[in-house]
């Protein structure tokens, strides 16, 4: 019995110490001035759609939950954000070169399309992320026609992917 109490009073404190070492929060001050809203057209409607459905990930500004404050949860989703803006970043979308932007567009609409995003994992402690499927088609089409406006803008070879 002392050994489970030993083992249980270090493990107690090795979480308690755990508590001190924190991950850098994903929030900037001030207005973004790369954000895809600042450069391109995004009616108000989409721009809803992605602050609530994607921007915890994928931008600058994550909305971050009261597990977020408990390590090493608050570790994991450091880096399951830094992960998301790897792949995506709606802050500094509109610093993205035509081609990567052209990409994106793609990607988001097929990733929308097919319910891959936002992630389950994620729809399961954030249920207002989770989009209808009237949502999703808006999102899509706008995608789409975002797509349609760069190729009718830009030469097709500024917007192809490299080989």
Not at 5 to 30: E, H
Not at 89 to 94: I, K, L, P, T
Not at 135 to 143: D, G
């Amino acid at each position: 019995m002392k050994i489970v109490k030993r083992i249980a009073l270090v493990m107690a404190g090795v979480f308690i110490i755990l508590q001190f070492i924190r991950p850098t929060k994903n929030i900037t001050d001030g207005p973004p001035t790369s954000d895809i809203s600042t450069k391109l057209n995004v009616p108000p409607d989409v721009l809803g759609m992605l602050r609530t459905s994607c921007y915890d990930c994928h931008s600058n500004t994550t909305r971050y939950p009261w597990y977020a404050e408990v390590q090493p949860v608050g570790w994991l989703l450091n880096y399951d954000i830094q992960g998301g803006k790897q792949h995506l970043n709606f802050s500094e979308f509109a610093t993205y070169p035509l081609r990567r932007q052209f990409i994106k567009f793609q990607q988001i609409g097929e990733q929308v399309d097919g319910e891959e995003m936002p992630l389950p994992k994620y729809l399961v402690m954030h249920a207002d992320a989770r989009l209808s499927p009237e949502q999703r088609e808006r999102l899509v089409a706008w995608t789409y026609a975002m797509t349609d406006s760069m190729k009718a803008t830009y030469p097709p070879d500024s917007l192809a992917r490299r080989k």
